[in-house]
């Protein structure tokens, strides 16, 4: 079974310059995360998919960042500016039903560089 | 929410050595995994364990939810056991909160 998959792997653009990540989930998982890993911290949840419903996006800076998620499948996250704080890898990941008992895989995450 | 504490935050072990990592947490809990995040950044699913007791091979870990933390025990380290070692835990949704990790050295 393959796995979450992301691309790009890496990026590196300039401050108020925009970027995109984009992430294709484990076959058939109903549920996808967003998560945003700094430097030295753990991951920390930025928006959930259930399907291509909005479950929480409490702690993603809607000024700034996007996520949609057309037809359940494939998600996209965008930063437009981009902020040097937004330095860090982001990971992608899916679970089967998105209840309380899922457990989540993890896709391999894009590394941002914001100069 | 819920407040995830690890211990210890870096460890380092003689290759060979066992050693048991600590995760607290604030609350009760629906979901519990403990991950390996290797050097190139990949989270890897070790046990998704919100209750009771788990082996897979040299690993093995055990949560007691009443008493609200969870044990990761890794016996006969080796030097591919190196990286962060990550406890997350969800509560009544699927929102995973992870906690600081453990930074695990081995060395030959």
């Known amino acids: 079974e393959a796995g979450v998959a992301q691309s790009p792997r890496y990026k590196i653009i300039e401050k108020r310059q925009s970027v995109a990540f984009w992430c294709n989930p484990i076959s058939g998982h109903a549920t996808l995360y967003w998560y945003q890993q700094i430097l030295g911290q753990g991951p920390k949840l930025l928006i959930q998919?259930?399907?291509?419903?909005?479950?929480?996006d409490s702690q993603l800076p809607k000024d700034r960042f996007s996520a949609e998620r057309l037809k359940g499948v494939d998600s996209t996250l965008k930063i437009q500016p981009a902020k040097l704080e937004d330095s860090a890898v982001y990971l992608c990941?899916?679970?089967?039903?998105?209840?309380?008992?899922?457990?989540?895989?993890f896709g391999p995450g894009t590394r941002l560089t914001v100069t | 929410g819920i407040q995830v504490e690890q211990s210890p935050p870096d460890l380092i072990l003689q290759e060979g050595a066992n050693s048991t990592l600590r995760c607290n947490f604030s609350d009760s809990v629906n979901n519990l995994q403990w991950f390996h995040q290797n050097p190139w950044g990949q989270l890897i699913n070790l046990f998704y364990i919100p209750s009771g007791t788990k082996q897979n091979g040299r690993l093995s870990a055990t949560t007691v939810a009443t008493e609200r933390y969870s044990l990761l025990y890794i016996s006969s380290s080796q030097t591919t056991d190196s990286g962060v070692y990550f406890c997350?835990?969800?509560?009544?949704?699927?929102?995973?909160?992870f906690g600081t990790g453990t930074q695990l050295k081995v060395e030959l």
């Open positions: 997350a835990v969800a509560g009544g949704g699927n929102k995973l909160t």
């Open positions: 990941a899916s679970s089967p039903l998105g209840g309380r008992w899922d457990e989540q895989y």
């Open positions: 998919f259930q399907n291509n419903g909005v479950v929480d």
